[in-house]
């Protein structure tokens, strides 16, 4: 089992960053991959991007060229950099981790991208 805890979301303006964190409670290395997913009201959740234990990543077409996800073995940490936001950006974003037969979540951390 594992726990995630996000933090770094807030309010910016449109062309803004922000750098949100996921903690896990366990070593991340031995996670199969681990990412970050984003649910807006009234949407379905959806993928943002992912890195696996091998450090591959993978990003939604909507995201690519503006956001790095990155891990911190040694903090037991992944990051997901933000750049040029932009108000279809706003939206609860989750950090995700997989495990061999299960995903875990963390609680969420709210983004709002003003225009």
């Known amino acids: 089992q594992v726990q995630l805890v996000e933090s770094g979301g807030g309010l910016v303006q449109a062309g803004g960053s922000l750098r949100l964190s996921c903690a896990a409670s366990?070593?991340?290395?031995?996670?199969?991959?681990m990412g970050w997913y984003r649910q807006a009201p009234g949407k379905q959740r959806e993928l943002v991007a992912t890195?696996?234990?091998?450090?591959?990543?993978n990003y939604a077409d909507s995201v690519k060229g503006r956001f790095t996800i990155s891990r911190d073995n040694a903090k037991n940490t992944v990051y997901l950099q933000m750049n040029s936001l932009k108000p279809e950006d706003t939206a609860v974003y989750y950090c995700?981790?997989?495990?061999?037969?299960?995903?875990?979540w963390g609680q969420g951390t709210q983004v709002t991208v003003s225009s």
């Open positions: 995700s981790a997989d495990l061999t037969l299960r995903r875990y």
């Open positions: 366990r070593r991340i290395f031995s996670m199969n991959a």
């Open positions: 890195i696996t234990s091998g450090e591959r990543t």
